[in-house]
Structures are given as structure tokens and as C-alpha cells.
């Protein structure tokens, strides 16, 4: 496996660690706004009951306090979501940037690749061409050769041929 795919594996890796985060964030999120209606709820329920004035406004005083602090503690998980979703945004769109970029490198790959192969065709079409061209060259200087050797007259024939001419100057009948 290269680097590159490794790079890929790991921020894949780690968005899903963050995005695990974040359902970890979220349910405790939930599990804080429940406390909190209940908290509501029952403050206004002590606040509805019979009793002293004064314990009254401390229960109320006291469901409060503890609701603003929820309240507080949801602000900042919701911040600390908020902070984890954008990481994770940017690790993803990193990741998919490292992998536009792989693919673009792996097709400038492939087109290079296509067009050594087309050269190599090219080279290999040329030299069938020059040989062709070399066999007929040599064909035809080869033809042209044994047209003239054809007709010149070997010396033999030469011979023959004068012997020929004087024994017909021998036959003619002398009157």
C-alpha cells in the first residue's frame, strides 16, 4: 500500500473517531436538557405545594441555580460539538482533497502511459516501413543486376559466336 492511500486510511480513521465523539457529545447533550426540564419541573411543582415561604424560595432559588449551570454546561458542550463538527468538515475536506489530487495524478499517469504506448506503435509501424523499403531497394538493385548480366553475352557465347561466323566463311562453295 503507498503513502498516499495510507494518508487516506488514516483521516478516514479519524473522522470517524470524531464523528464517535460527537454521538458522545450529543447524547450527553440530551441527557443534560432532560435534567434540566426535570429540574424545571419540579421547582415549579415545589413552588405550587404547600409550605413555608422560605423554603419555597430556596427550592426555587436552589433548581435555579442548578438549571443555569446546565444551561451553562449545554453551552458548552454545544460549543465543543460545534468546534468538533468543523474539524472534522476540514479533516474531510482534506481527505478528499488528498484523494482529487491522487486521482489527478494516477490519470496524468494513465495519459503518459497512453501516449509512450502510441509512440511505441509509431516507432514499431516506422520500422516495418523501413524495412519494406530496404527489402525492395535490395530487390530492385538485385533485379537490375541480372537484367544486365542477362544482356551482356558471357564470354563463351562470345566465343561461339565468332567461331560460328567463321566456320560459315569456310562453307561457302568457291566457283
Not at 434540566?36 to 424560595?57: D, E, Y
Request: charged content about 15%; glycine content about 6%.
Amino acid at each position: 500500500m503507498d503513502e498516499k492511500n495510507k494518508t487516506i486510511l488514516a483521516s478516514a480513521k479519524k473522522d470517524m473517531e470524531v464523528s464517535e465523539e460527537i454521538g458522545d457529545l450529543r447524547s450527553q447533550l440530551s441527557a443534560m436538557e432532560n435534567t434540566m426540564n426535570q429540574l424545571k419541573q419540579v421547582s415549579f411543582s415545589n413552588s405550587s405545594s404547600q409550605g413555608s415561604t422560605v423554603n419555597q424560595n430556596e427550592i426555587i432559588q436552589q433548581s435555579q441555580q442548578a438549571a443555569n449551570q446546565l444551561q451553562q454546561q449545554i453551552q458548552g458542550f454545544r460549543n465543543q460539538t460545534q468546534q468538533q463538527k468543523q474539524q472534522a468538515d476540514q479533516q474531510l475536506r482534506q481527505a478528499i482533497q488528498t484523494a482529487m489530487t491522487a486521482l489527478t495524478q494516477a490519470n496524468q499517469q494513465i495519459q503518459a502511459h497512453q501516449v509512450l504506448e502510441q509512440m511505441g506503435q509509431l516507432i514499431d509501424q516506422t520500422q516495418g516501413q523501413l524495412l519494406q523499403m530496404s527489402q525492395q531497394s535490395q530487390n530492385m538493385v538485385s533485379q537490375q543486376g541480372q537484367q544486365s548480366q542477362s544482356q551482356q553475352p558471357s564470354p563463351s557465347q562470345y566465343g561461339q559466336s565468332i567461331q560460328g561466323q567463321g566456320m560459315q566463311g569456310q562453307s561457302r562453295p568457291s566457283h
